[in-house]
C-alpha cells in the first residue's frame, strides 16, 4: 500500500508564500510521476503542477512564474514553492503520485489534500 502524505498549507496574504510538501510512503518500486492538483467548490479540479522522475516540469498557465515543484527523490516527496500567491489561489490542494509497486504496477494515488486560503 503507499500513503501520500501532504503538508504545509495555511492561510497567508495576497503576495506571500507557501510551501506545500507531500511524503510518499510505503511499498514503493519507484515513482513515475508527482503532482499537486487544487479544487475549489464548484469547480472542477485542476492540474497546478507535475514532475516527472527524470525532472520534466509542467505548470498550469495560471501559476507559471510563480509556483516551482521539485522533487527529493531519496525522501520521495515532492514539494511546491508557492510565491505571489493571489486570492484566485484558494483552493484545496491534493496531491497525486503515479507510483509503481510489486504488487500493484502502476497506479495513481492521491493525499488527503490540504488547504490554501489566500486572504487579507
Known amino acids: 500500500q503507499v500513503q501520500l502524505m501532504e503538508s504545509g498549507g495555511g492561510l497567508v496574504q495576497p503576495g506571500g508564500s507557501l510551501r506545500l510538501s507531500c511524503a510518499a510512503s510505503?511499498?514503493?518500486?519507484?515513482?513515475?510521476?508527482m503532482g499537486w492538483y487544487r479544487h475549489t467548490p464548484g469547480k472542477q479540479r485542476e492540474l497546478v503542477a507535475r514532475i516527472t522522475k527524470h525532472g520534466s516540469t509542467n505548470y498550469a498557465d495560471s501559476v507559471k512564474g510563480r509556483f516551482t515543484i521539485s522533487m527529493d527523490n531519496p525522501k520521495n516527496t515532492v514539494y511546491l514553492q508557492m510565491n505571489s500567491l493571489k486570492p484566485e489561489d484558494t483552493a484545496i490542494y491534493s496531491c497525486n503520485g503515479n507510483i509503481y509497486t510489486y504488487s500493484k504496477g502502476s497506479l495513481e494515488y492521491w493525499g488527503q489534500g490540504t488547504t490554501v486560503t489566500v486572504s487579507s
Open positions: 510505503g511499498s514503493i518500486v519507484s515513482i513515475n510521476t
